[in-house]
């Protein structure tokens, strides 16, 4: 029987990061890379974003394994959250499965090794219809591998992040000898990395920057302080180098140091000079002539670090006059700005900014020619562009269609895709789960569109809070209307915008004591209505506007005066404004300085328990190692 084979986009089409594809051939689905994205500024408090874990919740059961090609985030960094749940097997490199397993480690408080399983370019991997193989890559973390997928209608080949350079080091060397291999098996589909596909250099074309680091670091006499993203093995390794050939001593600080710089180490892909390592309470007794500091991170993290160390605020680093700070990474887009501010908060302290230039960047990515080369050594029959934005999946589309692949035969997806091979044509079918999952501190899914939106109407225009108490049987008002804001307008200087307010909510609580059938429900929302048309007529603003309130009869009123007598209020947390004094304003005060403000009900999508695990049973008929090449 014909097997059945559909390839699916389950995050990094269109975006940068969050990569997670899937293969599936009968009833095995086999998940490559599960990767986060970090959130743009306009997903407020969003730690990370990850695919969409419905998908497991939907075909968990068929999900024959998740096959990583390298330590990055983007290829990892949803791990954790997938094995709350699912007890899915691990595969990977040694460095990779280790970086793996520290993540894991790092955000569940525990990690079951069972799962994980290290292999590495010689592993081939038998399930029911499908071997599994690997190949080395190129990329900026030593022990990179591509993915193959050997069906009975051919090669579906995932490349993972890479580039060609011929002249990489041992740890980072592309096996050319293994693509030559698969493409005489016949290439069916290739998912190939798409995120420096605009670029016009080759890799062997780009600057010695081992070579401009060593430069600038000789050609200061003060201390050095570093920021370098963690994650880029290689420009760790040049730093020490460069640090090692001026004799300087280096101490290093930093979130990801313990993660990734000293797990290469241990490892034996970083190699450090003997004895070059100090600790911070050794710093005082070398000359700065002898000190760098190497402080790493991911995303804008060095840079926060470098603007504590400027301003005082860093628990062991304080720049001073003569400092160099070296920022050795060329700034994404989405960090420009926060380079721009760090560098001026340097200067102010005394110290001095260099910072490779986009004229000195060297990427990890395949430029145009090396996925034009790629398409050269495996024939594919289809290409599927993946790993990047849309811009860049049509670039490496027309790279492809000059190195003459037929257009018709390349497919820009967009996640959620689902491509099903029907008589040697991919065909779309039903799509695949596929949406953000939003990481907000613990909770996972939690957060939607309609808290962000909230979230970004609080931080453009503020909260104003109305509270009062009624008593309904009577048709009363208690107590005069409290009325509070943050982040809207100043208080003290804003009365007939308070009492205007004030006289709303009371105009609407009589308007509806005169309805037939008092409903609670009407009244909050004609509260939110009213207050929210005068707020934009006497302000121009729309602020949240958050509606309180309580019943009470005049019994539960004189108890609660009695109650509240001895009580002083603390209104530090909130601005408040009374008409008249009142012994709702203790009560309301306290539910606002304790309560937590959502304008909507927001239901979790998905809910973990850890004590629930889901076994999922898997039929890997053999793992085999092929025979070491003889060099």
């Not at 690997?134 to 022990?143: A, G, I, N, Q, Y």
Request: hydrophobic content about 40%; glycine content about 6%; proline content about 3%.
């Amino acid at each position: 029987m014909t097997q059945q084979i559909k390839i699916m986009m389950l995050g990094g089409v269109r975006e940068n990061g969050k990569n997670m594809y899937g293969v599936q051939v009968d009833d095995e689905i086999f998940v490559l890379d599960a990767g986060l994205k970090y959130p743009d500024s306009s997903l407020l408090g969003i730690d990370i974003v990850i695919p969409d874990l419905q998908f497991f919740a939907d075909y968990g059961d068929r999900v024959a394994g998740i096959f990583l090609t390298h330590g990055h985030a983007d290829a990892i960094g949803a791990l954790p959250y997938i094995l709350r749940d699912y007890d899915i097997p691990v595969f990977g490199s040694k460095l990779t499965i280790e970086l793996a397993k520290i993540a894991v480690q790092h955000e569940n408080k525990q990690c079951n090794d069972d799962l994980f399983h290290v292999i590495d370019e010689d592993t081939e991997i038998d399930f029911n219809n499908v071997t599994i193989s690997f190949f080395k890559t190129t990329h900026s973390l030593p022990d990179s591998l591509g993915i193959d997928v050997s069906t009975e209608k051919g090669e579906i080949v995932y490349t993972g992040d890479f580039k060609f350079d011929p002249s990489a080091k041992k740890d980072y060397r592309m096996d050319f000898v293994r693509l030559a291999d698969i493409s005489r098996k016949g290439v069916l589909a290739l998912l190939s990395d798409s995120t420096n596909s605009e670029s016009v250099l080759q890799n062997d074309q780009q600057p010695d920057i081992e070579k401009y680091i060593l430069n600038v670091f000789k050609n200061h006499d003060g201390r050095i302080i570093v920021a370098s993203k963690a994650s880029n093995i290689v420009r760790v390794q040049e730093i020490f180098q460069a640090a090692a050939a001026t004799e300087r001593k280096v101490f290093l600080t930093g979130r990801d140091i313990g993660r990734i710089v000293y797990t290469a180490m241990q490892m034996g892909y970083l190699n450090v000079p003997k004895d070059i390592l100090i600790h911070g309470k050794d710093l005082k007794n070398i000359p700065d002539k002898n000190i760098l500091i190497l402080e790493t991170g991911r995303m804008g993290e060095p840079l926060k670090s470098l603007q504590k160390m400027a301003t005082n605020r860093h628990r062991m680093i304080k720049i001073k006059n003569g400092d160099l700070v070296f920022i050795a990474t060329t700034p994404s887009h989405s960090v420009e700005t926060m380079v721009a501010q760090t560098s001026d908060i340097i200067y102010r302290s005394g110290g001095i900014v260099k910072q490779l230039g986009y004229d000195k960047h060297t990427s990890g990515h395949a430029t145009g020619r090396d996925l034009q080369m790629l398409i050269d050594t495996l024939k594919p029959k289809y290409l599927i562009p993946v790993i990047g934005e849309y811009r860049l999946l049509e670039i490496h589309k027309n790279l492809a269609v000059e190195a003459g692949m037929d257009p018709e035969n390349i497919y820009i997806t967009k996640n959620g895709d689902c491509l099903l091979l029907d008589d040697d044509k991919f065909y779309l079918t039903d799509p695949v789960p596929a949406e953000d999952t939003m990481i907000d501190g613990s909770g996972v899914g939690d957060v939607g569109n309609i808290v962000l939106r909230d979230r970004e109407i609080l931080s453009d225009d503020g909260i104003f809070i109305a509270a009062v108490t009624i008593d309904r049987k009577k048709k009363k008002i208690v107590a005069e209307p409290l009325v509070s804001t943050r982040g809207f307008i100043y208080i003290k200087e804003s009365h007939d915008v308070m009492d205007g307010a004030s006289d709303v909510i009371k105009t609407t609580i009589s308007n509806n004591f005169n309805h037939k059938k008092f409903d609670w429900t009407e009244l909050k929302q004609d509260l939110h209505t009213n207050l929210e048309k005068f707020l934009y007529k006497e302000t121009g603003r729309r602020p949240v506007v958050l509606p309180i309130v309580m019943e009470v009869n005049q019994n539960r009123h004189r108890a609660m005066v009695r109650r509240q007598a001895n009580v002083s209020a603390d209104h530090d947390d909130i601005e408040t404004v009374k008409a008249n004094s009142n012994s709702n304003l203790n009560v309301i005060s306290q539910i606002v300085k304790k309560g937590t403000y959502s304008n909507s009900a927001a239901v979790s999508k998905y809910k973990f328990n850890n004590n629930r695990k889901i076994k999922i049973k898997r039929d890997i008929k053999n793992v085999r190692f092929r025979p070491k090449k003889i060099n």
